[in-house]
């Protein structure tokens, strides 16, 4: 059985999707534009989306009772690879000293002219 993930404190989806799901221990979340939910704005540099991102990332994972200890693969997804060091920069910071297993991909674009988006997959949540 699965459970849809929703909260106000990540942006809604723009299209036929859920913010995240949980099923079977684990808590799938689709991946996040750096869109600010309060005003719908998003930030200029790869460094500030990267930080955008992660923080929608924890936002639904806090719905479903886990954190960014909890994730165990993130997919990054970039533009322009010559932001690599600079959305890594930002990405550390919100893990302590396991880092999640990781894809980094370059696009040729993203919805909403974004530099930067970022999927997650975590252990636990509400649904166990």
Same mark, same amino acid.
């Given at each position: 059985m699965k459970h849809v993930l929703s909260t106000e404190k990540a942006p809604a989806a723009i299209g036929p999707y859920s913010q995240g799901i949980s099923a079977a221990g684990l808590t799938f /979340?689709? =991946?996040? @534009?750096? /869109? +600010?939910p309060a005003t719908g704005a998003m930030p200029e +540099? %790869? %460094?500030s989306q990267a930080k955008q991102s992660l923080t929608n990332v924890s936002?639904? @994972?806090e719905s479903n009772g886990c954190s960014? +200890? +909890?994730i165990v693969k993130t997919t990054v997804f970039l533009v322009d690879m010559g932001d690599f060091a600079a959305v890594n920069e930002v990405?550390?910071? $919100? $893990?302590g000293e396991s880092f999640p297993a990781r894809s980094c991909v370059? /696009?040729?674009? @993203?919805?909403? =002219? %974004?530099k930067v988006e970022i999927e997650a997959i975590a252990v636990g949540g509400f649904s166990l």
């Amino acid at each position: 059985m699965k459970h849809v993930l929703s909260t106000e404190k990540a942006p809604a989806a723009i299209g036929p999707y859920s913010q995240g799901i949980s099923a079977a221990g684990l808590t799938f /979340v689709s =991946g996040q @534009l750096p /869109v +600010d939910p309060a005003t719908g704005a998003m930030p200029e +540099d %790869a %460094a500030s989306q990267a930080k955008q991102s992660l923080t929608n990332v924890s936002a639904i @994972l806090e719905s479903n009772g886990c954190s960014m +200890d +909890d994730i165990v693969k993130t997919t990054v997804f970039l533009v322009d690879m010559g932001d690599f060091a600079a959305v890594n920069e930002v990405y550390k910071t $919100f $893990f302590g000293e396991s880092f999640p297993a990781r894809s980094c991909v370059a /696009v040729k674009e @993203l919805p909403k =002219g %974004a530099k930067v988006e970022i999927e997650a997959i975590a252990v636990g949540g509400f649904s166990l």
